[in-house]
């Protein structure tokens, strides 16, 4: 049975940092593409980063790139999302993803339960 189990979201102040986890269970991490999304209430699911199985290349979108990055520790099956420099409008649940693809744009397969991002004063 596949499992992601995301952690390490809290509360953060803005400016503030945090450096989320997607942990596996019966299934690796290093061979597959590795997703992170956030939805906030009355909002759409968006996609934070995605990285590549093939050769670990990564993929941003505009509103959180140079303050988001993602990277894979191959020892612990885990991935990483760091976010730095936050603002409210992080704020959201986040997820991980994964699919035993080497393509970003690939039809995810697992999903994680979520973990909670508060930025707030």
């Known amino acids: 049975q596949v499992q992601l189990v995301e952690s390490g979201g809290g509360l953060v102040q803005p400016g503030g940092s945090l450096r989320l986890s997607c942990s596996a269970s019966g299934f690796t991490l290093d061979y597959s593409t590795i997703g992170w999304f956030r939805q906030a209430p009355g909002k759409e699911r968006e996609e934070v980063s995605c990285i590549s199985a093939i050769d670990d290349s990564t993929y941003y979108p505009d509103s959180v790139k140079g303050r988001f990055a993602t990277s894979r520790d191959s020892a612990k099956n885990t991935v990483y999302l760091q976010m730095n420099s936050l603002k409210p409008e992080d704020t959201a649940v986040y997820f991980c993803?994964?699919?035993?693809?080497?393509?970003?744009?690939?039809?995810?397969?697992?999903w994680g339960q979520g973990t909670q991002v508060t930025v707030s004063s």
């Open positions: 993803a994964g699919v035993e693809d080497p393509d970003c744009g690939a039809e995810w397969q697992y």
